[in-house]
Nanobody
Framework: QVQLVESGGGLVQAGDSLRLSCAAS????????MGWFRQAPGKEREFVAT????????YYADSVMGRFTISRDSAKNTAYLQMNSLKPEDTAVYYC????????????????????WGQGTQVTVSS
């Protein structure tokens, strides 16, 4: 069992930056693919970014490409989402997710692939 706890959300203005953290506990973090998803009010959950367990492969949604960066620190059992040039349309609850894998450079876009989810952290971007 893996527990995920997100932090770092808040209220910011358009153009500002935030860094979200996802702290994992309960199992060895190093062989887990990590993903970030978000859900805005009245909308379905959507993929944001994912990173392979090695950290060597990442993938982003088109809407955040070039503005967001996903990373991980296995020594700290933590994944991060650096969000720059935030826009009002980035407003959502952000969730991190994890799934164990034995494949070094795989990553997953679909939420259905993930076994573990955090409780979410609110990000609000004002115009």
């Amino acid at each position: 069992q893996v527990q995920l706890v997100e932090s770092g959300g808040g209220l910011v203005q358009a153009g500002d930056s935030l860094r979200l953290s996802c702290a994992a506990s309960g199992r060895t973090f190093s062989n887990y693919v990590m993903g970030w998803f978000r859900q805005a009010p009245g909308k379905e959950r959507e993929f944001v970014a994912t990173i392979s367990w090695s950290g060597g492969n990442t993938y982003y949604a088109d809407s955040v490409m070039g503005r967001f960066t996903i990373s991980r620190d296995s020594a700290k059992n933590t994944a991060y989402l650096q969000m720059n040039s935030l826009k009002p349309e980035d407003t959502a609850v952000y969730y991190c997710a994890a799934v164990s894998t034995s494949v070094t450079d795989v990553y997953y876009v679909a939420g259905a692939h993930y076994d573990y989810w955090g409780q979410g952290t609110q990000v609000t971007v004002s115009s």
